[in-house]
């Protein structure tokens, strides 16, 4: 039944395969689990449990690639999505003040809304209406921001008194670790070793406890509670005028990962058939439930993980693999005691201009931070640099997002500038008229602010 249901003799796979392509495919987007409870921990205000966090993401998680194996039958795993976490944290909960009761209500609304347009097939025309180059960008500012909060993570850049920011000590402690996680994921990675992140995570904290800065917490317990985080999410604040942008903004960050993943990935798998992906409808779907899922258990947005081609690569062709991927997400809340020794804040002092300045760090986590930056940097390869009318909007959304630290600030500036100079040289009848309102909506919300 098995074999039938999931069609592995139409796929040229085997029980094997699939299961050693679904562990390896967790093996590399497992790093989650330990960088969730701690990006979404630095929430303003009344802080994230990280403890709750850490169940919700492994049991969204599985949730979600169980339903993509069930519904899709395709091979790639989801998760919380980096880039996504970052804006929820250090944006929405963080520059614009709001509790993250409130976010996770808005999380659980653009996952509604993505629910409806997949069930209906409506997610389509949205997706052609946005110009690639704004896509591509999108993306790419992403990987520069997560990358930039990573070597801030690792110590290696700080602020300094007169200029934006500045090398940290590269002979500190924080720092050397941050550097020799780095150079073994790397190496890892250049040696295509499966678990390149989560093998360096390891290594980093080990080395960390020689460093007397992580300390042991032990590797086996029973799973956190859940309940500071399940069922806290507040719609009616997320539902309020002023929060409708972020609401968009968590919606259209979910749509174009989830679409440019599922094409990325499934190009190289061979799934797409004559320029179309089969079941495309029933895998966003898939995306949309883990997305409400996450919300009501307790984290951000949960989205299709490009590290599923790691699986691919070891020859996983159907979600017989995601099935196996998403057990062993379940089995990792029995270890929350190395998400906290993993993700553990580390405080170190420095003096700037006279002033002893303590800085919260976690040079565990950074090295995959500063990876996975990397990792999405390749959609800048994508983006026409010929155009000035393409380029210049991406130039802005791209070195936006990490000098405001503002996702959406980057959207704003690549839809306004890209409007503008569509128009300026004439070409305005290429611009579909969503883009057009998002460019008016951002117009008005730099007026009214």
């Known amino acids: 039944m098995i074999r039938s249901f999931f069609k592995f003799e139409e796929r040229n796979t085997d029980f094997k395969t699939e299961t050693i392509g679904g562990a390896t495919t967790f093996m590399t987007m497992s790093y989650i689990i330990f960088v969730q409870p701690v990006i979404l921990g630095m929430a303003i205000g009344s802080k994230m449990d990280t403890g709750a966090v850490m169940v919700a993401t492994c049991i969204s998680s599985a949730i979600a690639t169980l339903l993509m194996g069930l519904l899709a039958n395709y091979p790639i795993a989801l998760a919380p999505a980096m880039g996504h ?4 944290s250090l944006i929405v909960c963080g520059a614009m003040g709001y509790n993250w009761q409130v976010g996770l209500g808005a999380v659980f609304i653009s996952g509604t809304i993505f629910t409806i347009l997949s069930a209906f097939r409506l997610w389509e025309p949205l997706v052609q209406a946005v110009p ?12 520069l921001l997560i990358a930039l909060i990573g070597l801030e993570y690792g110590g290696v850049i700080v602020d300094t008194p007169n200029v934006y920011v500045g090398l940290g000590e590269l002979g500190s402690a924080p ?3 941050t550097f020799t996680g780095l150079i073994i994921i790397s190496i890892l990675m250049t040696l295509r070793v499966p678990g390149a992140i989560l093998i360096g995570i390891i290594a980093t904290a080990i080395l960390g406890i020689q460093l007397d800065i992580v300390q042991y917490e032990g590797v086996i317990s029973a799973p956190p509670s ?4 399940l069922f806290k999410l507040d719609i009616v604040g997320a539902l309020k005028t002023g929060f409708i942008p972020v609401v968009f903004v968590f919606f259209m960050l979910d749509l174009f990962d989830t679409m440019g993943t599922l094409i990325g990935v499934s190009d190289q798998a061979g799934f797409i058939k004559d320029g179309r992906l089969p079941k495309a409808s029933r895998a966003m779907l898939a995306d949309a439930i883990g997305t409400i899922a996450g919300a009501v258990l307790g984290t951000s947005t949960v989205t299709s993980y490009i590290e599923s081609l790691t699986g691919i690569s070891q020859g996983a062709r159907t979600g017989f693999a995601n099935l196996i991927t998403a057990l062993l997400f379940l089995l990792a809340l029995f270890f929350s005691p190395l998400t906290k020794m993993i993700g553990g804040t580390f405080i170190y002092e420095k003096v700037i201009a006279g002033e002893v300045v303590a800085m919260q760090l976690h040079p565990v986590i950074a090295p995959a931070l500063v990876i996975v930056g990397y990792l999405i940097m390749k959609c800048v390869t994508r983006i026409d640099w010929d155009d000035a009318t393409e380029a210049i909007p991406a130039f802005l959304v791209i070195i936006m997002m990490p000098l405001t630290l503002s996702i959406t600030d980057g959207i704003a500036f690549g839809f306004i500038s890209y409007t503008l100079l569509k128009l300026a040289s004439g070409r305005g009848r290429e611009v579909h008229w969503v883009v057009y309102l998002f460019a008016v909506l951002s117009i008005l919300r730099y007026i009214f602010q």
Do not use: W
């Open 132 to 143: 690639d180059a704004l896509k591509h960008s999108i993306a790419t500012g992403i990987g």
């Open 85 to 88: 976490n970052l804006f929820f």
């Open 226 to 229: 859940i309940s500071p985080t």
């Open 175 to 177: 720092v050397i670790m």
